[in-house]
């Protein structure tokens, strides 16, 4: 006999979580089926651990600006007291998860789930009947099949690390070799980021190239156009091997080559589920699937890799099965991205290529380089960098990009005022908030940016 539920969601995530606590507060039966702990690689492996890291990082890259301002510091940092706090804090969290699961009569299964059919879900020994079933299982690190690909640690291996490694070679230009380069470099480590194509290939070319200047400048080696053909160990140490016979010696080698999602053996196949070739699961504006019934959330589907949009499309979902069956599906223009690097990048909307591609000679492009009061005051030669994309005569604000201190949160404020259609007019008629970071988003140019 198989239990029934209105919702079963395979996977306890930031996206699954979020859709079945808000089916279960409209009433909705649910079961959640995570083997693992709760919360996902947002809250375990990803966002929430790589935050604390970055803060703390961020704190030691400080350092040099403090002494500036005539502080003495000469405490190293304990990597011991970093980690028992981080692990606090995200055992706080997992236990809040577990607190509102209990509250909402949410059924938590510690299984797998594999679809047998759209509307029967198989969980250990379980079988579950659902009328929506709910496929949010995620993504995991991949690595190439490479000699020695086995002797690196990918991005979860990284929140096992005690210490920052001396050498550190990372290979992969994404947004997660990036913010771990910045990280490992600001507490210690001697960095090589190995990057095949181009960094960050889906950001703006002038944004990647100012924090390519950036990191240079901060002793991190960013080497484009670098092909890996594996590792060797040597002695305690290793090899990086490239195809030019280059080798590279260090004493840790990260894998961040990307995130495979966690469509196998989930029954896919067995139910017709469309995916794509890389593996995620198609879906339509509304996260529904091919198969009537079944739906996806997050990094498993075809959505952005994010957890905001997985908690988004989540609640959404859960309003139109179990609430307001014509709620508006998720908007998914101008969503908002922070790379967490050192210092981070901001960026909402098209880049200039994807501007030019849409509003070809209507696209107007404008920027500027700065250096930052503080490090002004501190003597630091390194400038943050400002570009306004905008279109029409009007010159509507379609693309924001920023690399300085503080505007990872003054993002969300700009993301919010671009999706409401403002106008370059309309951020040049704001009174700003002196001195501050935002208020060069406010009045970027002087100078409009020639054609490219």
């Known amino acids: 006999m198989a239990d029934t539920f209105d919702l079963v969601v395979l996977g306890g995530g930031s996206g699954g979580l979020a859709a079945g606590i808000a089916a279960a507060r409209h009433g909705a039966r649910v079961a959640l089926l995570e083997p693992a702990e709760l919360g996902g690689t947002c809250v375990n492996l990803g966002c929430v651990p790589k935050k604390a890291m970055w803060m703390a990082a961020g704190l030691a890259w400080q350092q040099p600006l403090a002494q500036a301002f005539g502080f003495s510091l000469s405490s190293p940092q304990d990597w011991r007291q970093l980690v028992a706090r981080r692990q606090a804090y995200i055992d706080n969290v997992r236990a809040s998860y577990r607190r509102?699961?209990?509250?909402?009569?949410?059924?938590?299964?510690?299984?797998?789930?594999?679809?047998?059919?759209?509307?029967?879900?198989?969980?250990?020994?379980?079988?579950?009947?659902?009328?929506?079933v709910l496929i949010a299982t995620g993504a995991r690190a991949s690595r190439p099949q490479l000699e020695g690909a086995e002797l690196g640690i990918d991005s979860g291996g990284f929140f096992d690390l005690r210490a920052a490694p001396q050498r550190v070679a990372i290979i992969g230009g994404g947004y997660i070799g990036v913010e771990l380069a910045g990280i490992l470099q600001a507490l210690g480590s001697q960095v090589q980021l190995l990057v095949r194509g181009r960094m960050l290939e889906r950001f703006d070319r002038d944004l990647v190239a100012a924090l390519d200047t950036d990191l240079s400048q901060r002793g991190i080696q960013v080497r484009n156009d670098c092909?890996?053909?594996?590792?060797?160990?040597?002695?305690?140490?290793?090899?990086?091997?490239?195809?030019?016979?280059?080798?590279?010696?260090?004493?840790?080698?990260?894998?961040?080559?990307?995130?495979?999602?966690?469509?196998?053996?989930?029954?896919?196949?067995?139910?017709?589920?469309?995916?794509?070739?890389?593996?995620?699961?198609?879906?339509?504006?509304?996260?529904?699937?091919?198969?009537p019934g079944v739906f996806a959330v997050g990094d498993v589907g075809t959505d952005p890799a994010l957890t905001p949009m997985a908690v988004m499309a989540g609640r959404v979902l859960a309003e139109r099965l179990f609430?307001?069956?014509?709620?508006?599906?998720?908007?998914?223009?101008?969503?908002?991205?922070?790379?967490?690097?050192?210092?981070?990048?901001?960026?909402?909307?098209?880049s200039e290529k994807q501007a030019r591609e849409c509003h070809g000679d209507a696209v107007q492009v404008f920027e500027k380089r700065f250096r930052p009061m503080g490090r002004a005051l501190a003597g630091v030669t390194q400038q943050a960098f400002v570009k306004l994309v905008c279109a029409g005569p009007e010159q509507r604000v379609v693309g924001l990009h920023a690399m300085g201190e503080g505007f990872d949160e003054a993002l969300q404020g700009f993301a919010l005022a671009m999706r409401l259609g403002a106008t370059r007019q309309d951020f040049e008629s704001t009174i700003a908030i002196h001195p501050g970071m935002a208020e060069e988003l406010l009045r970027v140019p002087e100078k409009q940016k020639a054609s490219s």
């Not at 196998?264 to 139910?271: A, T």
């Not at 609430?323 to 901001?346: E, K, M």
């Open 323 to 350: 609430g307001d069956t014509d709620v508006a599906p998720v908007d998914r223009r101008y969503v908002p991205t922070v790379v967490f690097s050192l210092p981070p990048l901001a960026s909402v909307g098209m």
């Open 100 to 132: 509102q699961l209990d509250a909402l009569d949410i059924t938590h299964i510690r299984a797998r789930g594999e679809l047998l059919d759209a509307g029967l879900v198989q969980a250990g020994g379980q079988r579950l009947k659902a009328r929506h």
């Open 227 to 291: 092909h890996v053909a594996g590792l060797r160990r040597d002695g305690q140490a290793l090899q990086v091997m490239l195809d030019d016979e280059e080798h590279i010696a260090a004493d840790c080698v990260l894998w961040a080559t990307g995130r495979r999602p966690n469509s196998d053996g989930i029954g896919l196949e067995s139910v017709g589920v469309e995916c794509e070739d890389s593996g995620h699961i198609r879906i339509n504006a509304h996260n529904a699937t091919n198969i």
